[in-house]
């Protein structure tokens, strides 16, 4: 069962484009949205998060957008740059303690000069 | 340098055979994870631990077993090896309280099983 749903597979951006990359989950007891950046033979790494009280949230060139109505969010990335090329997986999990997290199926972005 | 270690980094089994993965973290998180990844299919949690002491099966515990060995260390063992469990296992830990740290993950198994 996919609790969250993340598309597309595969982005192709040209430098200094925008980046989308869309996520949908079912669980409305989700209250905590990640997004992580993986780079090859790397793990992943927290990039971003937000929960569901704010509608958006910026860091330098990231920005999440969450709609809770309709159960989506999404990660803009602007400006980017080939240093971006990487795999982002959105993610969610509900409340405190131990915060297990269910990911995405992940979206490879490559950013070409 | 502070984080997660995971060994080995690359490993071939032949099916049947038993092998262990281990991690180890310093940051004194009292949250430990195993995930495997898979090409479309993301990040699937196979085992966690809470705290010292505990550990729970998550989405895809079949065929594995973990161990809890103290705070910094929590094992993923292989009893008998298949090559469905050809994957890239990544280990994680969190401080689990304060989500907005999020996961520390660890470089990476690479396993093979042929």
């Known amino acids: 069962q996919q609790q969250v749903k993340q598309s597309p597979q595969s982005l192709i951006v040209q430098k200094g484009g925008i980046s989308i990359i869309n996520c949908a989950y079912e669980?409305?007891?989700?209250?905590?949205f990640p997004w992580y950046q993986q780079f090859p033979g790397k793990g992943p790494a927290l990039l971003i998060a937000i929960r569901p009280d704010v509608s958006e949230k910026k860091e330098g060139r990231f920005t999440i957008s969450f709609n809770k109505s309709a159960k989506q969010f999404s990660l803009h990335i602007m400006d980017s740059q080939p240093g971006d090329s990487a795999t982002y997986f959105c993610?969610?999990?509900?409340?405190?303690?131990?915060?297990?997290?269910?990911f995405g199926t992940g979206t490879k972005l490559q950013v070409i000069p | 340098n502070a984080g997660v270690t995971q060994t080995p980094k690359f490993q071939v089994l032949k099916t049947g055979q038993s092998m262990t993965l281990q991690c180890a973290q310093d940051m004194n998180h009292n949250s430990m994870y195993w995930y495997r990844q898979d090409p479309g299919m993301g990040l699937r949690l196979i085992y966690y631990s809470a705290s010292e002491g505990t550990t729970d099966k998550g989405e895809v515990p079949n065929g594995y077993n973990v161990s809890r060995l103290n705070k910094r260390e929590f094992s993923l063992r292989l009893e008998s090896a298949a090559p469905s469990q050809t994957s890239v296992y990544f280990c994680?830990?969190?401080?689990?309280?304060?989500?907005?740290?999020?996961?520390?993950f660890g470089s990476g198994t690479r396993l093979t099983v042929v």
């Open positions: 993610a969610a999990s509900i409340g405190m303690g131990y915060q297990k997290v269910t």
């Open positions: 994680a830990s969190s401080e689990g309280g304060t989500p907005s740290y999020g996961y520390t």
């Open positions: 669980n409305t007891a989700f209250d905590y």
